[in-house]
C-alpha cells in the first residue's frame, strides 16, 4: 500500500503563493491529485493529472491560479498554489489513483494525512 504524503502547507497572505509537494507516488496508481477540504464544508477537487500522457486538470474555482505538476524526482506531484485568497483555506489533500480519471471520480483513491493551508487577508 503506497503511502502519501504532504508537505508544503502553512499560513499566506492574500496574494501570496504556495508550494505543495506530495510524495509517495507508485507505479501501480498513476492518476494522481489533490483535494480539499475547508471547515464545515465537503472535500472538493482540485485538480488531477496522469502520471503518463496527457491529462492535467484543474477545477474551475482554481483555474487560472492553480497548476499540477510532476517532480523531477519522478516520485512527487506538485500544487502550485498562485495569488492565494481567503476561500483558499482548507486542509489540502493528496489522493492516488488507477487513472487520473478515477482521482476525478473520487473512485477507490489512497489519500495523504491532509496538510492545512491558511490564508489570511
Known amino acids: 500500500q503506497v503511502q502519501l504524503e504532504e508537505s508544503g502547507g502553512g499560513s499566506a497572505q492574500v496574494g501570496d503563493s504556495l508550494r505543495l509537494t506530495c510524495t509517495g507516488r507508485t507505479l501501480n496508481r498513476p492518476g494522481m491529485g489533490w483535494f480539499r477540504q475547508a471547515p464545515g464544508k465537503s472535500r472538493e477537487y482540485v485538480a488531477s493529472?496522469?502520471?503518463?500522457?496527457?491529462?492535467?486538470r484543474v477545477a474551475d474555482s482554481v483555474k487560472g491560479r492553480f497548476t499540477i505538476s510532476k517532480g523531477d524526482d519522478e516520485n512527487s506531484v506538485i500544487l502550485q498554489m498562485n495569488k492565494l485568497t481567503p476561500e483558499d483555506t482548507a486542509i489540502y489533500y493528496c489522493?492516488?489513483?488507477?487513472?487520473?480519471?478515477?482521482?476525478?471520480?473520487?473512485?477507490?483513491?489512497?489519500w495523504g494525512q491532509g496538510i492545512q493551508v491558511t490564508v489570511s487577508s
Open positions: 493529472i496522469a502520471w503518463h500522457g496527457a491529462g492535467d
Open positions: 489522493a492516488a489513483g488507477d487513472t487520473a480519471a478515477d482521482v476525478r471520480n473520487r473512485q477507490n483513491l489512497i
